[in-house]
């Protein structure tokens, strides 16, 4: 048997091939631009150095790079390295960082065993990854574009950061882009006119009260502002349309990939699975499945092991008499995030997970601790689900019986405390008085005010 590994960049790869007794039978570049097929000619390669050279072992510090995944489809082996591990090896022996000795030392490694074997994920598991990946980027990329428009406004315009409310989407609501995309600057806005106003939000998709939100964003435009030079300021609005059109962007990148997403998610194995965990909803059971892949078993053999890969498993130190509890950062970083959403929308949305969570926090521990608690219990109920295909039940992932007196009741938090309403009901008693205008004072939906001030759903 051979074992083999390689050093991967943008241009080409190096491999070296080593015998059991770990004597170098060859090595190679394989250079992109020169070989059209790089699997055909890592093939052509190995065929003289062995007669069983189909049976070589390769490793490799990143398994998802398109050569490793063609080589495994083709039904060569292929292990990962930790790069970690390998870059310790390199410090201990002092070799050079070279992409030559970087090939042996992987090499090596595989021969020794340091490596793990790759589950790879079917196809729709796979594509499902490869959306989710496409997705959380663009999303990213949205977060990062709102930034810096935000940013970009609270040098110039400050009013306009707070004349769209979280409520409606801020910044990156479509009424938002809309307006400052045809007024970026103080001027420009106090220059439009409510029709023009009502234009603009009327092709931002608004159809309810178009009329009394563009008076309300007329009055915020018409006060008075600081002022700078003309020529300045003509030039802030230019960088603020460009930020605009970033944003805008990001959004359409996101939304169109949204309906792709929730399409590879319905296909996964596992959907029926997540999709009736409380607090899980298209795109995050999306994100969860992309990470763990629809074959857990195979990959990680243990919920403990999958647990440790999320990032919601402790690492303990133990030295003599000092023991410390740290956390884990050695795992998957998209994993270790998604799961720390799922535990807070759990924490919403689920009996069990909220009363958890509550627990913990009682005993002393922070949110981010909790959190995190909350996520290894939630992860580990998953794993057993995907492992024996049985139903996820809230009430045994959290020890709970649903017809028992004592079982756990989902509570939401009021919107608006007792004060708040008290007040409330005194500004809707005052003549002329308005829901929408005490919604806006308490920066609350008209929803809020009619089904906890007034005691009665919204006539619609």
């Known amino acids: 048997m051979l074992y083999a590994g390689c050093d991967w960049s943008d ?17 190679t570049r394989i250079v992109y631009a020169d070989s059209p097929d790089p699997v055909a000619r890592y093939k052509e390669f190995l065929a003289p150095l062995g007669r069983r050279w189909r049976a070589t072992l390769l490793g490799i510090e990143d398994v998802h790079i398109h050569f490793a995944r063609s080589l495994a489809a083709s039904g060569m082996a292929v292990v990962h390295v930790d790069p970690t591990r390998a870059a310790r090896h390199r410090a201990a022996r002092g070799i050079p960082k070279t992409d030559r000795a970087d090939a042996r030392l992987i090499a090596s490694l595989v021969l020794a065993g340091e490596c793990r074997p790759v589950v790879s ?12 990946h496409a997705h959380r980027a663009a999303v990213a990329d949205r977060i990062e574009a709102a930034h ?4 970009a406004l609270v040098r110039l315009w400050p009013a306009a950061v707070s004349a769209w409310p979280p409520s409606v989407g801020g910044l990156l609501s479509a009424q938002a882009r809309g307006v400052l995309a045809a007024s970026p600057s103080p001027s420009a806005a106090a220059g439009l ?18 009329e009394d939100e563009a008076e309300r964003l007329h009055l915020i435009f018409c006060r008075p502002s600081m002022l700078l030079d003309p020529q300045v300021e003509a030039a802030e609005a230019v960088r603020i349309r460009h930020f605009v059109a970033a944003v805008d962007q990001a959004v359409q990148r996101s939304d169109a990939l949204a309906p792709e997403l929730a399409d590879r998610y319905a296909a996964h194995r596992h959907h029926a699975l997540v999709s009736r965990v409380p607090g899980i909803g298209a795109i995050l059971g999306a994100y969860l499945l992309a990470e763990i892949g629809d074959r857990p078993v195979e990959r990680f053999g243990s919920g403990r092991s999958l647990a440790a890969y999320a990032g919601v498993a402790p690492v303990t130190w133990a030295s003599g008499q000092t023991v410390s509890v740290a956390f884990r950062r050695a795992s998957s970083a998209h994993l270790r995030s998604t799961m720390h959403t799922v535990a807070f929308s759990m924490a919403n949305h689920s009996p069990g997970a909220q009363a958890y969570y509550r627990r913990r926090r009682d005993a002393g521990d922070t949110n981010a601790t909790a959190l995190r608690k909350l996520g290894r219990k939630v992860i580990l109920s998953l794993y057993y689900c995907m492992a024996s295909d049985v139903p996820y039940d809230d009430g045994i992932a959290f020890g709970y019986d649903p017809s028992s007196r004592n079982a756990p009741v989902l509570q939401r938090a009021k919107p608006l405390s007792e004060e708040e309403i008290v007040r409330a009901r005194d500004m809707l008693a005052a003549p002329q008085a308005s829901v929408t205008a005490t919604a806006r004072a308490f920066g609350v939906s008209t929803q809020t005010i009619y089904r906890h001030v007034l005691g009665r759903p919204r006539s619609r």
């Open 11 to 27: 241009r080409w790869l190096d491999i070296a091939v080593l015998d059991r007794s770990g004597a170098v039978l060859g090595e």
């Open 121 to 132: 994920h079917s196809p729709a598991a796979e594509a499902l990854r490869v959306v989710a």
């Open 148 to 151: 810096a428009l935000r940013a």
């Open 193 to 210: 006119g409510r029709e023009r106003l009502a234009a603009l939000l009327t092709q931002a998709g608004r159809t309810r009260a178009v």
